[in-house]
């Protein structure tokens, strides 16, 4: 009877092994956006480029920055296995200082959650000395 419970916990076990689901991957090319030292005011847009390198369609649910100074934007329609993405986020370049933020990816990959980094330096325009 033991032999009989244990050929059939194993049958059921590589059954459920093999039905497994297809799941979606998110594979960024980079996690880190350096934007370096840049002027105030200049363009802030920068760009998360992303493949689905699983095998079902990629639905990115939501994307978070981690203060109001960052905007992220996510694609609205499913990407396909194989198929590329992007996630565009903009910096507000009118704040003087370093650049530390974070956006939280939400998606239905296998990893749900993927933090994303942005990095750099907003300088003050330099100011003409008058002679």
């Known amino acids: 009877m033991k032999k009989v419970a244990l ?11 093999s039905a497994q689901e297809k799941v979606a991957k998110i594979e960024f090319k980079s996690e ?6 840049i002027e105030k005011g ?3 847009v920068r760009v998360f480029e992303f493949t689905n390198t699983g095998e079902a369609p990629l ?4 994307v978070k920055s981690s203060c109001g100074c960052t905007i ?9 296995p194989g198929e590329t993405g ?22 239905n990959a296998d990893t749900p959650t993927k933090i ?5 330096t907003v300088m003050a325009a330099e100011t003409a000395v008058n002679e």
């Open 42 to 44: 200049s363009n802030g």
């Open 116 to 120: 994303l980094k942005i990095k750099g």
């Open 86 to 107: 992007e996630i565009e986020v903009k910096y507000d370049t009118k704040r003087v200082g370093p650049i530390r933020k974070t956006v939280t990816v939400t998606s």
């Open 72 to 80: 992220p934007k996510k694609p609205e329609a499913p990407i396909a």
């Open 7 to 17: 050929v059939l916990f194993i049958g059921l076990f590589t059954l459920a092994v």
């Open 32 to 37: 880190t956006i350096d934007y370096g030292e």
């Open 59 to 62: 639905v990115i649910s939501n």
